[in-house]
């Protein structure tokens, strides 16, 4: 069974701009959720996508925006983007829509802002 | 809040000698608890799992044991290679009334193997 996929890889952006990141889950998992990672604030939970619902969001602005299409793939939006946006963005996707499950992360988009 | 604290890093070894990585952690509920491993420019892999008190998880020769009484998930390996050189995440999960789960992380530990 194929991983967690995310693309891009890697993006340069601009202040100011705006970028999506994509992430397919694994085959049959329902719940996607996105997480950043930085070196000074470690990794970070930005929400949780299950089917096609955000149902938990972590603390960051409104400027990150998500969603998840029919088919359980996900998007991240971030507008506006500042220095500080700069980190490894991580997509990891879950088979339960209750309990315990483990969540399996993809390779992540690193982000830099220029 | 829900929480995790990790030994400070980095931790250098010689190879073949003994691993632990301390965890604990603070919740509000009764948590599943989690070993993530990330190599150089990867993602996160995950490790091992506990899903209640005194389960062990292991893989790999890693093993850790859910301490309910000392709120504990600590990490060891008997015998370390220089191929476990990694930042190691321990993590918790919640999964509340409504399905709702996140995972929360504690900083990480370098772990640095020597041959």
């Known amino acids: 069974k194929a991983g967690v996929t995310q693309t891009p890889r890697y993006l340069i952006k601009t202040r100011g701009q705006q970028v999506t990141l994509s992430c397919s889950p694994i085959?049959?998992?329902?719940?996607v959720s996105w997480y950043q990672q930085t070196p000074g604030q470690g990794l970070q939970f930005l929400f949780e996508?299950?089917?096609?619902?955000?149902?938990n969001k972590g603390n960051f602005p409104g400027r990150f925006s998500g969603r998840q299409f029919s088919n359980s793939r996900s998007e991240m939006n971030v507008s506006t983007l500042e220095l500080g946006d700069s980190a490894l963005y991580l997509c990891?996707?879950?088979?339960?829509?209750?309990?315990?499950?483990?969540?399996?992360f993809g390779p992540g988009t690193r982000l830099t802002v220029t | 809040g829900d929480s995790v604290t990790q030994m400070e890093g980095p931790v250098t070894l010689s190879e073949e000698a003994f691993l632990t990585i301390n965890c604990t952690y603070t919740?509000?509920?009764?948590?599943?608890l989690f070993w993530y491993v990330q190599y150089p420019g990867e993602g996160l892999q995950l490790l091992l799992k506990a899903t209640k008190a005194d389960d062990k998880g292991s893989n790999k020769g890693f093993e850790a044991t859910y301490r309910k009484e000392t709120t504990s998930f600590h990490l060891e390996k008997g015998s370390v290679q220089v191929s476990d050189s990694a930042v190691y995440f321990c993590?918790?999960?919640?999964?509340?009334?409504?399905?709702?789960?996140?995972?929360?992380f504690g900083s990480g530990t370098r772990l640095q193997v020597q041959p």
């Open positions: 993590a918790l999960s919640l999964a509340l009334d409504t399905g709702r789960r996140a995972l929360t």
């Open positions: 996508y299950f089917s096609e619902t955000q149902r």
């Open positions: 085959s049959g998992h329902r719940s």
């Open positions: 990891a996707s879950s088979t339960s829509d209750r309990g315990r499950g483990e969540q399996y």
């Open positions: 919740a509000t509920g009764y948590p599943s």
